[in-house]
Protein backbone atom coordinates (compact mmCIF):
# COMPACT_ATOMS: atom_id res chain seq x y z
CA UNK A 1 0.00 0.00 0.00
CA UNK A 2 1.00 3.23 -1.44
CA UNK A 3 0.74 6.06 1.53
CA UNK A 4 -0.54 9.58 -0.38
CA UNK A 5 2.35 11.61 -2.28
CA UNK A 6 3.01 15.05 0.09
CA UNK A 7 4.66 17.57 -2.44
CA UNK A 8 6.78 20.38 -1.59
CA UNK A 9 6.91 23.15 -4.60
CA UNK A 10 9.08 26.51 -5.01
CA UNK A 11 10.14 28.68 -7.88
CA UNK A 12 10.18 25.18 -10.26
CA UNK A 13 11.53 23.27 -8.13
CA UNK A 14 8.94 20.34 -6.99
CA UNK A 15 9.71 17.61 -4.23
CA UNK A 16 7.40 14.42 -3.71
CA UNK A 17 7.82 12.27 -0.58
CA UNK A 18 5.56 8.68 -1.07
CA UNK A 19 5.99 6.29 1.35
CA UNK A 20 5.32 2.54 -0.06
CA UNK A 21 6.29 -0.88 2.18
CA UNK A 22 7.88 0.98 4.78
CA UNK A 23 9.99 2.45 2.35
CA UNK A 24 9.86 6.17 1.33
CA UNK A 25 11.13 7.66 -1.67
CA UNK A 26 12.12 11.22 -2.67
CA UNK A 27 11.92 12.62 -5.87
CA UNK A 28 12.89 15.38 -7.58
CA UNK A 29 11.71 17.63 -9.88
CA UNK A 30 11.80 20.39 -12.39
CA UNK A 31 14.56 22.88 -11.68
CA UNK A 32 16.43 24.16 -8.70
CA UNK A 33 17.74 27.44 -9.39
CA UNK A 34 17.20 29.57 -6.57
CA UNK A 35 20.38 31.80 -4.70
CA UNK A 36 18.95 30.34 -1.56
CA UNK A 37 17.46 27.40 -1.64
CA UNK A 38 18.36 27.03 2.12
CA UNK A 39 15.59 28.73 2.99
CA UNK A 40 13.00 26.80 1.05
CA UNK A 41 15.30 23.34 1.66
CA UNK A 42 16.09 23.08 5.25
CA UNK A 43 12.45 22.63 6.51
CA UNK A 44 12.11 19.87 3.91
CA UNK A 45 14.78 18.27 4.75
CA UNK A 46 13.83 18.45 8.93
CA UNK A 47 10.30 17.11 7.60
CA UNK A 48 11.82 14.15 5.32
CA UNK A 49 13.91 13.18 7.96
CA UNK A 50 11.60 12.68 10.73
CA UNK A 51 9.07 11.11 8.82
CA UNK A 52 11.64 8.29 7.79
CA UNK A 53 12.27 7.46 11.08
CA UNK A 54 14.89 5.26 9.97
CA UNK A 55 13.40 3.58 7.33
CA UNK A 56 14.98 2.87 3.78
CA UNK A 57 14.96 5.95 1.74
CA UNK A 58 15.55 6.43 -1.75
CA UNK A 59 16.29 10.06 -3.00
CA UNK A 60 15.40 10.20 -7.27
CA UNK A 61 17.20 13.18 -9.19
CA UNK A 62 16.37 11.54 -12.46
CA UNK A 63 13.57 13.89 -13.00
CA UNK A 64 15.45 16.93 -12.05
CA UNK A 65 15.42 18.85 -15.25
CA UNK A 66 18.82 21.17 -13.58
CA UNK A 67 19.99 22.01 -9.86
CA UNK A 68 22.30 24.66 -9.10
CA UNK A 69 25.64 24.48 -6.94
CA UNK A 70 23.99 26.46 -4.29
CA UNK A 71 21.73 23.28 -4.39
CA UNK A 72 24.12 21.24 -3.00
CA UNK A 73 24.60 22.40 0.66
CA UNK A 74 21.23 21.23 1.25
CA UNK A 75 21.05 18.15 -0.57
CA UNK A 76 24.25 16.65 1.49
CA UNK A 77 22.44 18.06 4.85
CA UNK A 78 19.52 16.20 3.87
CA UNK A 79 21.99 12.82 3.17
CA UNK A 80 23.88 13.37 6.58
CA UNK A 81 20.54 13.50 8.46
CA UNK A 82 19.33 10.68 7.13
CA UNK A 83 22.51 8.83 7.97
CA UNK A 84 22.69 9.90 11.20
CA UNK A 85 19.18 8.67 11.57
CA UNK A 86 20.49 5.13 10.49
CA UNK A 87 18.00 4.86 7.10
CA UNK A 88 19.40 3.03 4.27
CA UNK A 89 19.97 5.54 1.73
CA UNK A 90 20.29 5.29 -1.87
CA UNK A 91 20.67 8.56 -4.40
CA UNK A 92 19.78 8.41 -7.81
CA UNK A 93 21.01 10.10 -10.32
CA UNK A 94 20.49 10.40 -14.11
CA UNK A 95 23.25 9.58 -16.78
CA UNK A 96 23.19 12.88 -17.91
CA UNK A 97 26.33 15.57 -18.43
CA UNK A 98 25.30 17.66 -15.87
CA UNK A 99 23.93 15.14 -13.25
CA UNK A 100 27.17 13.65 -13.68
CA UNK A 101 28.87 15.98 -11.87
CA UNK A 102 26.84 16.29 -9.01
CA UNK A 103 26.46 12.24 -8.59
CA UNK A 104 30.76 12.14 -8.73
CA UNK A 105 30.18 14.37 -5.57
CA UNK A 106 27.80 12.65 -3.95
CA UNK A 107 29.42 9.04 -3.99
CA UNK A 108 33.02 11.16 -2.73
CA UNK A 109 30.68 12.57 0.17
CA UNK A 110 29.24 8.93 0.70
CA UNK A 111 32.54 6.84 1.20
CA UNK A 112 32.56 9.24 4.43
CA UNK A 113 28.79 7.96 5.48
CA UNK A 114 27.80 4.77 6.32
CA UNK A 115 24.45 3.92 5.45
CA UNK A 116 24.50 6.05 1.53
CA UNK A 117 24.96 4.99 -2.00
CA UNK A 118 24.78 6.49 -4.98
CA UNK A 119 24.08 4.88 -8.56
CA UNK A 120 23.60 6.65 -12.03
CA UNK A 121 20.18 5.27 -13.81
CA UNK A 122 19.91 5.91 -17.29
CA UNK A 123 17.63 8.93 -17.88
CA UNK A 124 13.99 8.18 -18.02
CA UNK A 125 12.31 8.22 -21.04
Aim: with cysteine.
Amino acid sequence: MTDPVVKFEQDGLCIQLSRAAGEFKVSWLGVSDSRSPAAFLNPVIEQIARSAGGAPVTVDFTGLEYMNSATVTPLIALVRSLDRARSSVLLLFAEVDWQRTHLQCMKAIAKTLQNVRVEGRPPPA
